[in-house]
């Protein structure tokens, strides 16, 4: 089990980029997602998405990181940090890929210095500044399993490859 922890969201700036954390977890192999702040406008967006292409992933708001941590890992499960000043991906993906529960941890501004010392892992994708999005999409393609290759039952719309145009199905 994969979850995206999204910290630091603010609600007015904020807004497409934590949806496309949202998305971009669905689509690459995560289960769900929760928000670290109040923002059911992108909760209803990413379930909204789920919805019409299928497949399980939940998404929950209000969700206090620092607890979410906690319970996570009493329950077992392992903390990843995404951050440009962590680990590289490939020195630990093999080991991260052992687990079978794990907390993505996706910042959105400045994190609290504790989640350093809370993560299990800090773990980079490069040490050059770039997008959470883009960091979380290569964590999942290193760590999920058959991430670019999933199905997603329960479909409405399905979209086939296509050289050249779009092919949609709706179901």
Avoid at 74 to 102: A, C, S
Avoid at 146 to 161: C, I
Wanted: proline share 5%.
């Amino acid at each position: 089990m994969i979850v995206v922890l999204r910290i630091g969201h603010r609600p007015q700036r904020d807004m497409r980029v934590t949806t496309h954390v949202g998305l971009t977890a669905r689509a690459l192999g995560a289960d769900g997602m929760y928000i670290a702040a109040d923002d059911r406008g992108v909760v209803t967006s990413i379930r909204d998405v789920a919805d019409r292409f299928g497949g399980e992933f939940f998404v929950e708001d209000k969700v206090g990181w620092n607890s979410c941590i906690k319970r996570w890992k009493q329950d077992g499960g392992v903390v990843v940090h995404l951050t440009m000043f962590g680990l590289n991906l490939p020195d630990v993906e093999e080991e991260i890929r052992t687990k079978e529960k794990i907390l993505v941890i996706v910042g959105a501004e400045k994190v609290p210095g504790d989640l350093y010392q809370m993560a299990d892992y800090n773990v980079a994708v490069t040490n050059q500044p770039h997008s959470e999005i883009a960091g979380l999409a290569v964590f999942l393609d290193h760590i999920a399993p058959n991430a670019l290759h999933r199905e997603f039952p329960g479909a409405k719309v399905r979209v086939f490859p296509n050289p050249c145009g779009k092919t949609v199905e709706e179901l």
